[in-house]
């Protein structure tokens, strides 16, 4: 009989046995704690992702004590097997993302019976990713390609986004295809074919990207046929078309003229279609096909805020008006704030060209403020640009009569002048906005930034000639689970005669459900004798809100907003701005988020809450 000695010596000869031993022993040991719970996920080596980025890739996740006891939520469980198909995602993921060497270990594991829970590591070591060495381009049957595809290539390489030094990536392979085809289509070849071949050389971690383009014929557009037009005529819809028969085949002339069309507010529907169908064509003929908006619209709305009180609205709206696409728009409003709005618009979308359009806008309102109770009356001419798909620019003359009401006392402002004044502003306000956040009542990514002069005073006579400066820029992006939506707004107002007076409807003011909730409406800012908001001539206001779904159409939000308004022209201190906490509630609508925030400032000596009900997110 063998001595345990014996056996043991004879196992440390055979080191083979002993390890798959100890991965029995070891598998044995972990798929008996698949009751135990994940308390921790960590991980060591990831230089080029972060910890969130890797756990992204991975089914078991650690489960904070805060989400287990206040928020009950379920612990994830330990399971081996998740754990496996979890390494191997994450391999995957350093694959696809060109780190070809990738090694991942068995991860270090800390069980505590106790607990009942289970700690882990996992190690990664990264190594060297694949490179891009070279970047060639060869065509198939080239003869009989015309001259400009050569040309049309070398600029297309400057624009990939593999080139020579680049790390290699599934993605931006997979991108950079999209980008030759889409190229190619645009410019008189949508037949094109795109095929590629690699050839990697492991042992410098380097790849060879070889494109091989068969391009098809150089196309041209051939006959428009219209489909689904009553009202509007043929004639109408052919001058809005961007291409001719027999001018050289492009997808791009094809999206906007789709986008021109739609944007005159005549269809509920346009659909542009090439007709590739069949066999290859050097003459692509297109149909345009539309559905007619109805020629009279009306809507009827109302609701309830904190500070508007009850709201009313009566909309109705007529396309074409006076014939083309020529719209006339009138709405009736009523609220706390406005107690009566009337507005009256005549739009020509189609003003010389198809990119500016034409407002006539009179109006008659009456506008009742914490700070002050006007009555307004005037019209406005505007030219609206859409100088690219994202940026547009606004040239607006305003003139307008302003009565102020016996309750907004300015006498003791400008010497001689009495309650129930009336008084003329006139002059232009320019603008131009950039807005590719979407989508559009909830924007979750993109920016929105907009820059604007009022000038009153200069091109016609006026009362109290001033300039108005206005930048309100935001931004939007996900991360970590939230919606984080940010924004700056900055104004200053420069007067340009000796009293130095600013209407007051001109003036800023800060506090609000859109402004800085610690406050209500107009509170936050200088004052008068009798703790009235008088507004200011400069302001700050910011936000950062951190949005994140609730349930279903719940939806909730955390946020910072700061701001304050001061007298002075061009005057910003920053330790006088003033900072308020704030949570939200909100449920989606079809026309936006009804919400309801509540903030407090803090660092101040005012320490009550603010309720805000509205609708629409804050910005």
């Not at 989400?67 to 191997?88: A, C, E, H, T, Y």
């Not at 003869?143 to 070398?154: A, N, R, V, W």
């Not at 618009?345 to 009179?362: D, G, Q, V, W, Y």
Request: charged share 25%.
């Amino acid at each position: 009989m063998k001595s345990m000695f014996d056996i043991t010596c004879g196992v440390l000869q055979k080191p083979l046995l002993l390890i798959i031993v100890l991965m029995c022993f070891s598998w044995s040991i972990l798929h008996s704690q698949d009751e135990y719970r994940i308390s921790s996920l960590s991980f060591s080596g990831n230089e080029q992702f972060s910890e969130h980025a890797l756990r992204e890739q991975m089914n078991l996740r650690s489960t904070s004590f805060v989400k287990r006891n206040i928020l009950r939520k379920d612990p994830v469980m330990f399971s081996d097997q998740l754990l496996q198909g979890d390494l191997q995602r994450l391999l995957e993921f350093y694959q696809v993302e060109g780190f070809l060497k990738i090694r991942i270990p068995e991860p270090v594991i800390h069980i505590n019976h106790k607990e009942k829970s289970i700690d882990i590591l996992i190690q990664i070591d990264e190594g060297m990713p694949v490179t891009v060495r070279n970047v060639t381009t060869s065509f198939v049957n080239k003869d009989g390609y015309i001259s400009d595809i050569e040309e049309l290539i070398e600029n297309l390489k400057q624009n990939l986004i593999l080139s020579s030094g680049a790390r290699f990536r599934d993605d931006d392979l997979a991108r950079d295809r999209l980008n030759i085809l889409r190229v190619f289509a645009f410019n008189g070849y949508p037949y094109i074919d795109v095929n590629f071949k690699l050839r990697v050389l492991e042992k410098e971690s380097q790849v060879d990207i070889e494109w091989i383009l068969r391009p098809g014929p150089l196309s041209t557009f051939g006959e428009v046929t219209l489909l689904g037009n009553e009202r509007v005529s043929n004639e109408f819809i052919l001058r809005q078309v961007e291409f001719k028969k027999g001018q050289i085949f492009s997808q791009k002339i094809l999206d906007d003229t789709q986008r021109k069309l739609f944007s005159l507010g005549l269809f509920e529907v346009v659909v542009l279609k090439a007709q590739f169908e069949g066999k290859i064509r050097e003459t692509i003929p297109v149909i345009i096909t539309v559905k007619e908006a109805p020629q009279w619209t009306a809507k009827l709305g109302g609701g309830y805020g904190k500070e508007d009180q009850f709201r009313a609205f009566v909309q109705g709206r007529r396309i074409g008006f006076l014939g083309g696409a020529r719209r006339l728009e009138l709405m009736l409003k009523h609220s706390g704030l406005e107690p009566y709005n009337i507005d009256l618009k005549f739009i020509e979308p189609l003003f010389f060209s198809h990119r500016t359009a034409l407002t006539l806008n009179p109006f008659l309102k009456r506008e009742t403020e914490p700070g002050y109770t006007v009555a307004r009356s005037g019209a406005r001419i505007s030219l609206l640009y859409q100088i690219s798909l994202h940026l547009k620019g606004s040239f607006t003359f305003i003139r307008e009569n302003v009565s102020q009401d016996s309750s907004t006392n300015i006498s003791d402002q400008i010497p001689g002048i009495t309650d129930n004044d009336l008084y003329d502003k006139a002059g232009p306000l320019i603008a131009f906005t950039w807005d590719n956040s979407s989508p559009l009542f909830s924007p979750d990514r993109g920016f929105f930034i907009l820059v604007s002069s009022k000038i009153n005073g200069y091109l016609l006579n006026a009362d109290y000639p001033f300039v108005r400066y206005l930048l309100d820029a935001r931004h939007y992006r996900r991360q970590l689970g939230f919606i984080v939506a940010y924004r700056l707004k900055l104004g200053m107002i420069n007067s340009y005669e000796d009293q130095g007076f600013i209407p007051v409807e001109e003036r800023f003011y800060a506090g609000g459900s859109t402004s800085v909730r610690g406050w209500a409406r107009q509170e936050l800012g200088p004052k008068d004798l009798n703790e009235k908001p008088i507004g200011g001539n400069s302001l700050i206001e910011g936000s950062i809100e951190f949005r994140f779904p609730v349930w279903s159409r719940f939806s909730g939000v955390v946020f910072c907003d700061f701001g304050n308004v001061w007298v002075e022209t061009g005057y910003y201190p920053l330790n006088d701005l003033r900072y308020a906490l704030g949570v939200g509630f909100g449920i989606d609508t079809p026309i936006g988020p009804l919400r309801l925030d509540a903030g407090r400032p803090i660092w101040d000596i005012k320490k009550s809450w603010e309720i805000h009900l509205s609708i629409g997110q804050t910005f």
